[in-house]
């Protein structure tokens, strides 16, 4: 399995932004890759994917504040977070689907993915 290495979280107030990364030991295009979160006493919850091709899904919550992308070149993954709010405040997870690259990986069973460590991003008020 590939080994994802997460970074980028950090606290903030409202309105700020901050861009996460994950880097990945193995092509990041052989994988459906996505940004997840869980809050404290909640369950982990999907905030975006990409796809091998390109192809994103954004979790309606963070549609329009956050962007999900990936340098291919670099085994990157990002996500670009503004406006954030108190209620983004979480631990950010990074994870890797490897059996349908080309199709959506939002949504799956979490038991799908390999994980990354998370990062905590927090947003005071």
């Known amino acids: 399995p590939p080994r994802l290495v997460v970074s980028g979280g950090d606290s903030v107030q409202t309105g700020g932004s901050l861009r996460l990364s994950c880097v990945v030991s193995?092509?990041?295009?052989?994988?459906?890759m996505g940004w997840f979160r869980q809050a404290p006493g909640k369950e982990r919850e999907g905030v975006a994917t990409?796809?091998?091709?390109?192809?994103?899904t954004i979790n309606t919550s963070v549609k329009g504040r956050f962007t999900i992308s990936k340098d291919n070149a670099k085994n990157t993954l990002y996500l670009q977070m503004n406006s954030l709010k108190p209620w983004d405040t979480a631990m950010y997870y990074c994870?890797?689907?490897?059996?349908?690259?080309?199709?959506?990986?939002?949504?799956?069973?979490?038991?799908?993915?390999?994980w990354g460590q998370g990062t905590q991003v927090t947003v005071s008020s």
């Open positions: 193995k092509p990041i295009s052989d994988y459906c």
């Open positions: 994870a890797a689907e490897p059996f349908r690259p080309q199709e959506s990986c939002y949504g799956l069973s979490l038991s799908s993915y390999y």
């Open positions: 990409i796809t091998s091709n390109g192809d994103t």
